[in-house]
C-alpha cells in the first residue's frame, strides 16, 4: 500500500472524527511516512509496518471516546466509548459488553426501586378512594419513602462512582487490545 493510499484510507476511516484532530493525525502518519523514507524504506514497508488504516483508525477513535467521557460525562459519550471498545475486537464483545449491561441493570434497578419506593404513598389514595383505608398503609408508605429519598440519594452516588470505575476499565482494556500494558 503506497502512502497516498494509507492516508487516504486513515482519513475515510477516521470521519467520526473533527477535520482538525484528523489533519493532526494524518500529518503524524505523513511524518511516519517521511522518517521512514529517510531511513531507506519502501513506503509498502512503511504502511505494512504501521498497520492497516482500519485498525489505526479504531484505536484512535476508542481513545478519543474515552477521553471525551473524561471531559463530559454524559451517557451517549459512554455508549459511543463502550462501543468505540468493543470495535476493537471481538473478544471485547465478551470482556466489554457483559459487565456494561450488568452495570446497567444494577444501576437501572436501584433507581427503579427508590423511585417506586418514593411514589408509594399514591397506592395509598388510590386505597382511599376503594374504601379499604388502614393507618398502617400509610405509616408503611412514608416509610417506605423515607428509604426511597435515601436510595435515590445512594444511586446518585453509585451512579458517579461506578460511571468512573467503568470508564477506567475501558481504558484498561483498550490499553490491553492496544499491545499489552506498560511495566
Known amino acids: 500500500m503506497t502512502k497516498e493510499q494509507f492516508l487516504k484510507n486513515l482519513n475515510l476511516a477516521l470521519e467520526g472524527l473533527s477535520s482538525v484532530e484528523r489533519q493532526d493525525i494524518l500529518e503524524d502518519y505523513e511524518e511516519h511516512f517521511a522518517i521512514g523514507l529517510e531511513e531507506g524504506k519502501t513506503e ?13 483508525a479504531k484505536e484512535l477513535l476508542a481513545n478519543y471516546h474515552l477521553e471525551k467521557v473524561e471531559t463530559t460525562n454524559t451517557t451517549g459519550n459512554i455508549f459511543r466509548a463502550v462501543w468505540a471498545a468493543i470495535g476493537l475486537g471481538f473478544f471485547n464483545l465478551v470482556i466489554v459488553l457483559g459487565p456494561f449491561i450488568g452495570l446497567l441493570g444494577v444501576v437501572f434497578a436501584g433507581w427503579v426501586a427508590g423511585v417506586s419506593f418514593i411514589v408509594s404513598p399514591l397506592l395509598v389514595l388510590v386505597n382511599t378512594v376503594n ?16 428509604l426511597g429519598l435515601f436510595i435515590i440519594l445512594g444511586m446518585f452516588f453509585v451512579t458517579k462512582w461506578l460511571t468512573k470505575g467503568f470508564v477506567k476499565y475501558l481504558k ?9 500494558l506498560k511495566a
Open 131 to 146: 374504601g379499604t383505608f388502614e393507618i398502617f398503609d400509610l405509616f408503611a408508605s412514608i416509610g417506605l419513602c423515607g
Open 172 to 180: 484498561f482494556n483498550v490499553s490491553l487490545v492496544k499491545g499489552g
Open 44 to 56: 509498502e514497508q512503511i504502511a505494512s509496518s504501521l498497520g492497516t488504516p482500519h485498525h489505526i
